[in-house]
């Protein structure tokens, strides 16, 4: 990639933060709505599933962490239809930029979003109780895996984005996606306690491997596997749906 297109995306991507700090409440879904499910489900469930509410916190913090990034994906789409709608893009295809700025400027930009989530839920975890049960270069490995799964899975969000024909198609389509995505794991309970049809797809879904990984390289436990297969899932999401992303932008033109 040209440091032209680098720095095209980066100065696109400062528009995104800025409208982010004029707008706080557009971080809601990945600060307050998390925290709630966290008391929601280890103080209505904790008990029931884990017998003990901190070590329930102790399983379901990194999934938590994990549905939000995910979850956070959704937006960018919704917000790059919006501003198509608006005529923004054409003002920027009539600029002298390269033609993928707008797209990697709004997905770097929103990528900002991901960081504030592991931010504050693994502040609100600490003051629940939680702790790192590996070391500081381990749970920081986590967090960089996160948010490269949630990199490669926001193309999808761009490419709806960029083909839907009003913001609110995007939205529905893609948590129409995400739920299956997220709740269809062992986020909330362990696999063997799930019917099995639905262990089947618990032990296919790709977000499993990304809180299977998350678990063991923030509480301990084994990594290896789910660390390569949540690799493997990010270059292939990125390898299909970026390029379609690019090819529907320029055909939008």
């Given at each position: 990639?040209?440091?032209?297109?680098?720095?095209?995306?980066?100065?696109?991507?400062?528009?995104?933060?800025?409208?982010?700090?004029?707008?706080?409440?557009?971080?809601?879904?990945?600060?307050?709505?998390?925290?709630?499910?966290?008391?929601?489900?280890?103080?209505?469930?904790?008990?029931?599933?884990?017998?003990?509410?901190?070590?329930?916190?102790?399983?379901?913090?990194?999934?938590?962490?994990?549905?939000?990034?995910?979850?956070?994906?959704?937006?960018?789409?919704?917000?790059?239809?919006?501003?198509?709608?608006?005529?923004?893009?054409?003002?920027?295809?009539?600029?002298?930029?390269?033609?993928?700025?707008?797209?990697?400027?709004?997905?770097?930009?929103?990528?900002?979003?991901?960081?504030?989530?592991?931010?504050?839920?693994?502040?609100?975890?600490?003051a629940l109780g939680f702790r790192i049960g590996t070391d500081p270069l381990s749970a920081f490995a986590a967090c960089?895996?996160?948010?490269?799964?949630?990199?490669?899975?926001?193309?999808?969000?761009?490419?709806?984005?960029?083909?839907?024909?009003?913001?609110?198609?995007?939205?529905?389509?893609?948590?129409?996606?995400?739920?299956?995505?997220?709740?269809?794991?062992?986020?909330?309970?362990?696999?063997?306690?799930?019917?099995?049809?639905?262990?089947?797809?618990?032990?296919?879904?790709?977000?499993?491997?990304?809180?299977?990984?998350?678990?063991?390289?923030?509480?301990?436990?084994?990594?290896?596997?789910?660390?390569?297969?949540?690799?493997l899932w990010s270059a292939g999401l990125f390898a299909v749906f970026f390029p379609l992303a690019v090819r529907a932008?320029?055909?939008?033109?």
């Amino acid at each position: 990639m040209s440091t032209r297109v680098l720095a095209h995306s980066a100065t696109l991507a400062w528009r995104s933060l800025v409208k982010m700090v004029r707008t706080p409440e557009q971080l809601v879904d990945v600060t307050m709505q998390p925290v709630i499910f966290v008391v929601m489900f280890v103080y209505l469930l904790g008990g029931a599933i884990s017998g003990s509410t901190s070590e329930y916190l102790t399983f379901l913090l990194p999934a938590i962490m994990v549905q939000t990034v995910v979850f956070a994906t959704v937006p960018t789409g919704v917000n790059l239809n919006t501003d198509i709608r608006k005529g923004v893009f054409d003002r920027f295809r009539s600029l002298p930029i390269a033609r993928s700025a707008p797209l990697l400027g709004a997905v770097l930009g929103d990528m900002v979003r991901f960081v504030v989530c592991v931010v504050v839920l693994l502040g609100f975890g600490y003051a629940l109780g939680f702790r790192i049960g590996t070391d500081p270069l381990s749970a920081f490995a986590a967090c960089l895996l996160m948010m490269l799964f949630a990199f490669s899975l926001i193309w999808v969000s761009v490419l709806l984005g960029l083909t839907a024909r009003e913001p609110g198609s995007v939205q529905g389509i893609m948590f129409l996606a995400m739920f299956p995505l997220t709740f269809g794991t062992n986020m909330i309970s362990p696999t063997g306690t799930m019917p099995g049809w639905l262990q089947w797809w618990v032990e296919v879904n790709p977000v499993t491997d990304v809180m299977a990984a998350a678990r063991g390289l923030l509480t301990s436990g084994p990594v290896a596997g789910p660390v390569i297969s949540t690799l493997l899932w990010s270059a292939g999401l990125f390898a299909v749906f970026f390029p379609l992303a690019v090819r529907a932008y320029r055909r939008s033109a």
